[in-house]
């Protein structure tokens, strides 16, 4: 297994209150998963996505990387193996720095010293790897990534977090700040680049329609608790109503749910 999770609790204290984020939760992605997570505002998508990642540690439970337990690693030792892209396009790249140079530094993520020297052959490479984008960025290398648009930025993002091939990569809501046509040209590049690399995955989105679509499985979080984890036929039978329904069947409301943009879009489009 990629991933395991066993018996994972997270306990946020906020003065007196004391806040159950994540309530025994138990998730396991072999080689080549791409899971997309689904789940209500205050689900624990985002803290289970940190727990994963190292940027907080469980208050139970334990963490399996690749078969290692990673529980009190922090997130530098797991770097190595995580690639990660945020929702705000900002958060992945450095502005005053140019592409060539942010590449540079994702292809050598989690590793010893900083080499930032580009040499020709280098320079190629990393053209090459822009072009795969299909957005004309690789006669852009020497340009600062302030001077991109944000989807152009959102798109290098994933580039960097997949272009060191890493054993698991974690997408926290990466296409939600953008606009519908940049948010879908990112989900293509996005589900291009982990098919070529065929690098495990774990999608939290709040877009039922992509939950549906994208993935070899899908996992309902409402709560701190898994409530759903379908794959196969049984994830390709699903619809969004049906989703909706499974969701007001633990008590979710629609509000909770954040479903605007998703019907009209399956609409839009005939369906699910």
Request: charged share 25%; aromatic share 2%.
């Amino acid at each position: 297994m990629i991933l395991e999770l066993t018996g994972v609790w997270k306990t946020f204290s906020l003065g007196a209150e004391r806040v159950e984020a994540l309530r025994g939760v138990d998730l396991s992605l072999a080689e080549g998963d791409f899971i997309t997570v689904i789940g209500s505002n205050g689900a624990g998508k985002s803290t289970l996505l940190n727990i994963i990642a190292g940027t907080c540690r469980p208050t139970k439970g334990r963490v399996k990387i690749a078969g290692r337990d990673v529980t009190r690693w922090p997130a530098y030792r797991r770097a190595r193996w995580i690639g990660r892209v945020f929702q705000d396009p900002l958060r992945g790249t450095a502005a005053h720095m140019t592409l060539a140079e942010n590449l540079a530094i994702a292809l050598h993520k989690g590793r010893r010293g900083l080499r930032l020297a580009l040499p020709h052959a280098r320079r190629k490479s990393l053209a090459e790897a822009l072009a795969r984008l299909d957005m004309g960025l690789e006669g852009r290398l020497g340009e600062k990534v302030a001077h991109l648009s944000g989807g152009e930025r959102q798109a290098v993002t994933v580039l960097m977090a997949t272009l060191a091939r890493p054993r698991l990569l974690l997408l926290d809501e990466h296409t939600a700040a953008l606009d519908p046509a940049n948010a879908d040209r990112v989900l293509e590049i996005t589900e291009r680049l982990v098919q070529e690399g065929k690098i495990t995955t774990l999608m939290v989105t709040h877009r039922m329609d992509q939950a549906l679509r994208l993935g070899t499985r899908i996992i309902m979080m409402h709560r701190g608790r898994v409530m759903l984890d379908l794959a196969g036929e049984k994830k390709r039978s699903l619809g969004v109503d049906d989703l909706v329904g499974l969701f007001r069947g633990v008590g979710v409301t629609d509000d909770a749910l954040l479903l605007s943009g998703s019907r009209s879009r399956l609409g839009e489009q005939g369906g699910a």
